[in-house]
DNA sequence: CTGTTAGCGCTTTCAC
DNA sequence: GTGAAAGCGCTAACAG
């Protein structure tokens, strides 16, 4: 098993100094003889060596390496945004470091501090569906420790924020079931507790209002995120006499769960009942009737997440709290084609 | 900005030596008065004081971290694995540090080199379509890190392999479909370099043959891993007029563009057409008709995975080079069932 | 231009 | 039972 080869192992080699050998390897000096440095150089090669970076980091306390904490990634999202972000952060010199919380705020806390002991140079963080305790994302940041949020955020955590326009592309997707003639439309809702739930809400509720159509909180309904509770909120609506002219679910997979039961019962989609999703994913165009779901571009999300942190990282700690809105597409499908008006949005 | 506190501040509180207090902090040391270890306890936990694992690093060479390397994590399984194995190995203590090579073996190997220098303390890797060069493995194994590798796996690699038994399962996936009376099958197979691929390809001719249904090499077609590429293969099939009895895919996407353009083209799926797909996803129950499909059980895969690295990083090198099969269990649904027979296979 | 030295935070002999 | 000192690999003053 060969040893690792250090600077120091070159400047025996060749007779000089550490410091010496440390300065030629580092572009920066420029106080050096060039055919020294030429000679470090080759012995380098030669030697294979290979810096440590776990004795940089702890000079210097920076390690360009970006951590990145998601709740999950087993649904699209998440891994595309991170593809994003890796692909762009690596052009700049950065690695990164990705951990799944697994929706825990316990987890999340872990890894929290494992990256900041391992000294990333920045974090950009996705936060759990628990998490309401923010103190020690905070204190990490008055830390001097550059971080960005996104998607699931918490508007009083002290950094800025890459969220989707959840209000107006809520508003643009109920508008578009409204203009495609549909009434009686019902809110399929992600959690409550969410910020973005409560957006969608909001946009929902305001593309009513702006046609007058009449509303009450019963159009409203709780459900989760998976095919299953979409599923199960659409057949306890039904089982109450309820027929919805058009649902309109906060994801796309609590879509598809309330397109399945009305299948199941025979409904005619689009014709008697309109379907509308959220946050597309590659499922959209696989279930029967394809839905319309409004799509949120994961590598706009991640250039903008990306260029608030170096912004933070290079402009020390100036980091502009705040809310940056990123804009969508809605991409209209069969689960919503009554007309073939209302242009695509964008 | 509170600067970190080290176990100097420790003792410079207590008047003490660092040297004490070190030991103090660490449990295998007995030869600590344990009042004294008490007060550098509490001390320690009132100053806040969390150990610095890149100093720790630098001086043991070793880390508690595993690095994870995967060729992408856009699809499911990639994701299911590395969450299961995350769930496991932090229950040993150890945090999962996980890097995308998005299917560039350019990257890869810069993954592998960030995550050997960062002394990671045992690497799970899961090879990209280019990789063909597997020296720079072989040599960080050499070097003796404990490396095991998983679906995508090179068999020179000196390393234990955890892989699903392909030629069993895709023999088992043909063998259903000529039990529920199905004839002239095509097997659209992966990229043909992958091993995985070949070892597919086997499977389907290995069923053939146990039942002498006549085999031309026609029967197999090279296709992508995408839905369009599988939709493109059936295209180019009908259009040659070649109208199979049915199509047994080594993915779940090729099965589904299959479906697509049998649909588009009127042929009624199981009716006149049987589809099987292979390494089952969320979109099986999603197309209509629900695919039948191979599922491989991702959690299995991890527990096998996790077992073998700390089998490796605690025998130290002694790791058992060799491909450890893991089996899965036949989902037979909509898109395959003409009879009622032929049970669920497990 | 080059070399000596101190130090990042921690562990680990080895004296006392 | 405790502490002084060396060292992990590297960088950065500072002298020369």
Redesign the interface.
Known sequence: ??KHVTIKDIAKELNTSVSTVSKALNEKYFDINPETRQRVLKAAREMGY??????R??QQGRSYNIGVIVP???D?FF??V??NI??RL?KEGY??????S?ESFE?EL??L??LE???VDGLIISLTRETKNIDYINKII???MPVVLFNRVNPSIRSPKVIFDDFKWSHFATEHLILQGYRNIYHFSLPYHLAMSQKRIQGFKSALKKYRIPFTEEHIIETGIS?EEGQEAMKRLLDRDIVPGAVFAAGDKVA?GAIKELKRRGYKIPDQIGVMGFTES??AE???PNLTSVNQPTDKIADKIVELLLDSINDNGKAKIGEFLIGGTLNVRESSRVMASDPKRT
Chains 1, 2 share one sequence.
């Open positions: 098993m060969e290979r810096p440590n970076p776990i004795a980091k702890l999950e990634f087993l699209t891994p595309e991170i593809f890796q692909k690596i690695q990164v470091v990705v951990m799944s697994d987890t872990e890894n501090k494992t002991d391992n000294m008055d830390r001097g095919i598809i590659a499922l696989i279930i029967e």
